[in-house]
């Protein structure tokens, strides 16, 4: 069975062009959430969604960002015209359908953008 | 809304002895998770305990232990017999246990260092 599978893992983008991550969730789980790293810094939530429907979108910035889990596919993070800010990593976890939160979430090896 | 506190950005110890990581949270919630990840240079982040809010008993992993404390709203992580393998970023995390809508606040982090 395996985890979350995210890529790519490096990620190099110039200024204003567009960055996609993708993230496959475990088989199984139907919860995706995304998470931005800055250097130094913790785990800040930016997304939670399931299957075609945003869940909660509170911790996204309101411009330039955007997220789907659509009904076939992998779960996107697109982010256009980056710029140097966005430089971070960029976490997706995966948890089973509600009631089974005391298993935590799994979480992918994140892909880190560079904004040069 | 919940925030979770991690008071020492960085600790260090040496090898084979015991270090003890705090953490406390805020939250109206009565019903929760708390979460202990670690994050190695891999960036890989890796559930190491959990703990339910509405059992007394402090959860125990092997050489990894906490010390719940409801009341006070803390959540310490104790390493035992340190290995050079635990040096890594420690984060603190809370979810609560509602009908939907869960997701997980991560605190800002703790850098252990292990020292041979």
């Known amino acids: 069975n395996a985890g979350v599978m995210q890529n790519p893992r490096h990620l190099v983008r110039r200024r204003g062009q567009e960055a996609r991550l993708r993230c496959s969730p475990v088989?199984?789980?139907?919860?995706v959430y995304w998470y931005r790293q800055l250097p130094e810094e913790g785990l800040k939530f930016m997304v939670y969604?399931?299957?075609?429907?945003?869940?909660?979108e509170s911790g996204m910035p309101k411009e330039r960002f955007s997220a789907e889990f659509p009904k076939e596919g992998p779960s996107i993070l697109r982010i256009q015209q980056v710029v140097r800010g966005d430089s971070a990593a960029y976490f997706c976890?995966?948890?089973?359908?509600?009631?089974?939160?005391?298993?935590?979430?799994?979480f992918g090896s994140g892909t880190r953008l560079t904004v040069v | 809304a919940q925030t979770v506190t991690q008071s020492q950005p960085e600790m260090s110890v040496q090898e084979a002895e015991t270090v003890t990581l705090s953490c406390t949270y805020d939250?109206?919630?009565?019903?929760?998770?708390l979460f202990w990840y670690k994050q190695p240079p891999s960036r890989q982040m890796i559930l190491v305990i959990r703990?339910?809010?509405?059992?007394?008993q402090n959860a125990t992993e092997n050489r990894f232990s906490v010390n719940f404390q409801k009341a006070a709203k803390s959540f310490s992580l104790k390493i035992s017999d340190s290995q050079l393998g635990d040096t890594a970023m420690y984060f603190c995390?809370?979810?609560?246990?509602?009908?939907?809508?869960?997701?997980?606040?991560f605190g800002g982090g703790t850098r252990v260092l292990v020292k041979p």
């Open positions: 976890a995966s948890s089973p359908p509600v009631g089974q939160e005391n298993y935590g979430y799994t």
């Open positions: 088989k199984g789980h139907s919860h």
């Open positions: 969604l399931q299957k075609e429907n945003i869940i909660d």
């Open positions: 939250t109206s919630e009565s019903n929760y998770y």
């Open positions: 703990q339910e809010a509405y059992k007394q």
């Open positions: 995390a809370f979810i609560p246990i509602k009908a939907a809508g869960n997701k997980l606040t």
